[in-house]
């Protein structure tokens, strides 16, 4: 059974950086891709950033482009969140998808596996 595994999360200061990651356990092909999502408390679950099944082709959202990337050991099954000059607004649970196919989407309903999340807050 696959399950996705969060880490990295924690408090961080205003224009710092922090490394999320997401294990793929018991993941045995790579034929998927994944994705970071963000829910902060009152607000829908907003796209961050997704990578194709190879790592070749990537999907930023709006609000992370130029601030986040995201990439792929595919060797480890593990994905991660790159995010520099964060702001306050950056605060929220960071949650790990995996898609039905190989092509990076900005589409929720095109996941299906989800991880508990990580938290991230951001002090100003």
């Known amino acids: 059974q696959v399950q996705l595994v969060e880490s990295g999360g924690g408090s961080v200061e205003a224009g710092g950086s922090l490394r999320l990651s997401c294990l793929a356990s018991?993941?045995?092909?790579?034929?998927?891709?994944m994705a970071w999502f963000r829910q902060s408390p009152g607000k829908e679950r907003e796209f961050v950033a997704a990578i194709g099944w190879s790592g070749a082709s990537t999907r930023i959202g709006d609000a992370a482009k130029g601030r986040f990337s995201v990439s792929r050991d595919t060797g480890k099954n593990t994905i991660f969140l790159h995010m520099s000059s964060v702001k306050p607004e950056d605060t929220a649970i960071y949650y790990c998808a995996e898609a039905f196919g190989g092509s990076p989407s900005e589409d929720f309903f095109e996941y299906n596996l989800w991880g508990r999340g990580t938290p991230v807050t951001v002090s100003s």
């Open positions: 018991g993941r045995t092909d790579r034929r998927y891709a």
